[in-house]
């Protein structure tokens, strides 16, 4: 089996993990900017982190022979902060050209409050600006619907955002469909507990096809695994699923979304 994980926080992971999943067929992990842990007091603990994301953390994950991109972006968990988040997005751009970065995320919601919403409006245009690619968290359990909404109208009310370059993560049941009819993609999650189980990821893929669909283990400071995406795979091919079905949707999937940044290549 060979596969790519698309979102998954090595941040919070120990080396051990790197060799567990390149055992499992992982080629390649995409580490999304997000929270640390912890709340970061200035703009210089940004600095420090965006530094991890494109110099250490490649060089760790290589030891594996894991290829390792990052994405860039402040998460809505620290967007309270207004001022401090202008510094963030004006800090970012000088990191847009390393060799490893592959757009703008992850942002969107996590409570749905107005300093949020302004704080995602400034990075879709962020990213509009440098024609990146954006990949969005959609916020927890009861507000995954409101959320889900304000953010695909902050989207398609920008005219430079082109859907295809845009992936929104986390969705479940109630707001995959709405996010495949406006021609963006979608990634499913899956936590052992939240989000999204195994089974629950496969009903989607039965239910909704494989286009535009990929799925991760987000594997961060919560409960969560960092083999969930292998695990997953083996129960789809338990449920009679193909190979080449589950190579699709774990392996070539992702590259199809992310070939659209120059900076993603697969090594051979
Ligand atoms: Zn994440």
């Given at each position: 089996?060979?596969?790519?994980?698309?979102h998954a926080h090595m941040v919070s992971r120990v080396t051990d993990?790197?060799?567990?999943?390149?055992?499992?067929?992982?080629?390649v992990v995409c580490e999304p900017a997000f929270w640390a842990g912890?709340?970061?007091?200035?703009?210089?603990?940004?600095?420090?982190?965006?530094?991890?994301?494109?110099?250490?953390?490649?060089?760790?994950?290589?030891?594996?022979?894991?290829?390792?991109?990052?994405?860039?972006?402040?998460?809505?968990?620290?967007?309270?902060?207004?001022?401090?988040?202008?510094?963030?997005?004006?800090?970012?751009?000088?990191?847009?050209?390393?060799?490893?970065?592959?757009?703008?995320?992850?942002?969107?919601?996590?409570?749905?409050?107005?300093?949020?919403?302004?704080?995602?409006?400034?990075?879709?245009?962020?990213?509009?600006?440098?024609?990146?690619?954006?990949?969005?968290?959609?916020?927890?359990?009861?507000?995954?619907?409101?959320?889900?909404?304000?953010?695909?109208?902050?989207?398609?009310?920008?005219?430079?955002?082109?859907?295809?370059?845009?992936?929104?993560?986390?969705?479940?049941?109630?707001?995959?469909?709405?996010?495949?009819?406006?021609?963006?993609?979608?990634?499913?999650?899956?936590?052992?507990?939240?989000?999204?189980?195994?089974?629950?990821?496969?009903?989607?893929?039965?239910?909704?096809?494989?286009?535009?669909?990929?799925?991760?283990?987000?594997?961060?400071?919560?409960?969560?695994?960092?083999?969930?995406?292998?695990?997953?795979?083996?129960?789809?091919?338990?449920?009679?699923?193909?190979?080449?079905?589950?190579?699709?949707?774990?392996?070539?999937?992702?590259?199809?979304?992310?070939?659209?940044?120059?900076?993603?290549?697969?090594?051979?």
């Amino acid at each position: 089996m060979r596969y790519i994980e698309p979102h998954a926080h090595m941040v919070s992971r120990v080396t051990d993990d790197y060799e567990r999943m390149a055992l499992a067929g992982c080629a390649v992990v995409c580490e999304p900017a997000f929270w640390a842990g912890f709340d970061r007091s200035s703009v210089a603990g940004f600095y420090d982190y965006f530094s991890q994301l494109t110099e250490y953390e490649p060089k760790r994950a290589a030891k594996h022979g894991i290829q390792h991109f990052s994405w860039l972006g402040l998460n809505s968990k620290e967007a309270e902060d207004v001022k401090l988040a202008e510094a963030v997005v004006a800090l970012i751009p000088q990191f847009l050209g390393r060799s490893n970065v592959l757009g703008i995320g992850e942002i969107g919601l996590n409570k749905n409050s107005r300093n949020e919403l302004r704080v995602l409006e400034m990075q879709v245009d962020l990213a509009a600006r440098h024609q990146q690619l954006i990949l969005v968290h959609t916020p927890h359990l009861e507000d995954k619907l409101k959320g889900t909404r304000l953010i695909l109208d902050v989207l398609k009310n920008d005219p430079r955002i082109e859907p295809g370059r845009v992936i929104i993560d986390h969705v479940e049941e109630h707001t995959v469909a709405m996010v495949l009819d406006t021609g963006m993609w979608a990634g499913m999650t899956l936590y052992p507990e939240t989000k999204c189980t195994p089974a629950r990821a496969i009903d989607m893929l039965e239910t909704y096809g494989r286009e535009r669909l990929w799925l991760n283990s987000a594997c961060d400071w919560g409960c969560s695994d960092p083999l969930a995406v292998p695990k997953t795979a083996l129960a789809m091919q338990r449920r009679g699923h193909l190979a080449t079905i589950v190579d699709q949707v774990i392996y070539q999937n992702p590259q199809c979304f992310l070939r659209q940044c120059k900076n993603f290549k697969v090594a051979d």
